[in-house]
């Protein structure tokens, strides 16, 4: 049961342009979303979390948007730089079981010079 | 200031071996996560352990698998009479004390287990 689905599995961006990764999800206990950046052989990197509570969150070049009523959210990175070409997860934790994530499958972003 | 720490970084096992898969959690860190990576495929939560306890294995495989996090020493995810299905990328985590409204763990740079 994959309750959180990243349809896309790779995206390609031109330098300067705008990246934008989606995440759906199925399940509406989750309350506390994030997004992890992974380059190849190394570990999952925190980039940027969300509450439920909120609809937005915005760091630096990076923005998370959350559609609860879309059970939707997307990840914004503008300007795309190519050091930010890696593999993008999207996490999910639910209120009653917040000790375990849920993530996505991953969308390789390739920013292109 | 050192990070999540796994060893080996590359484990390569006959079938019907044992598998030791060692993660040191980040100074502080009282919580450990495993996550199992199969090829094109997103992390699956495996276990989470506290010191000396295991608090929810709800992800991990009924048989062969099992995992410690002892007082002293890093947590240790243990896969007996490995098969080839078993061949993954397995992710550490680590956190410090659960924050209400949230946290983010810390990953290691895993361990890819290849079964021949």
């Known amino acids: 049961d994959q309750q959180v689905k990243q349809n896309s599995p790779s995206l390609s961006v031109q330098e300067g342009r705008i990246s934008i990764l989606n995440c759906d999800y199925t399940n509406s206990m989750f309350d506390y979303f994030l997004w992890y950046k992974k380059y190849p052989a190394e570990g999952p990197t925190f980039l940027i979390s969300?509450?439920?509570?909120?609809d937005k969150n915005e760091d630096g070049r990076f923005t998370v948007f959350l559609n609860k009523s879309a059970k939707h959210l997307s990840l914004h990175i503008v300007p795309s730089q190519p050091g930010d070409s890696a593999v993008y997860f999207c996490a999910a934790r639910d209120i009653y079981n917040f000790n375990k994530f849920y993530f996505g499958s991953g969308t390789k972003l390739n920013v292109k010079p | 200031n050192a990070g999540v720490m796994q060893n080996p970084r590359h484990l390569v096992r006959r079938r019907g071996q044992e598998a030791r898969l060692r993660c040191s959690p980040m100074k502080g860190h009282s919580h450990v996560y495993w996550y199992r990576q199969l090829p094109e495929e997103g992390l699956k939560f495996m276990v989470y352990l506290q010191k000396e306890n295991i608090i929810d294995e709800s992800g991990m495989p009924k048989e062969r698998f099992s995992a410690e996090f002892p007082k002293e020493g890093p947590s240790i995810l243990r896969i007996q009479q490995v098969v080839r299905g078993d061949s993954a990328a397995y992710f550490c985590?680590?956190?410090?004390?659960?924050?209400?409204?949230?946290?983010?763990?810390?990953f290691g740079q895993g361990t890819r287990l290849t079964v021949v």
């Open positions: 985590a680590s956190s410090p004390l659960i924050r209400v409204l949230g946290f983010e763990a810390f």
């Open positions: 969300i509450s439920s509570i909120k």
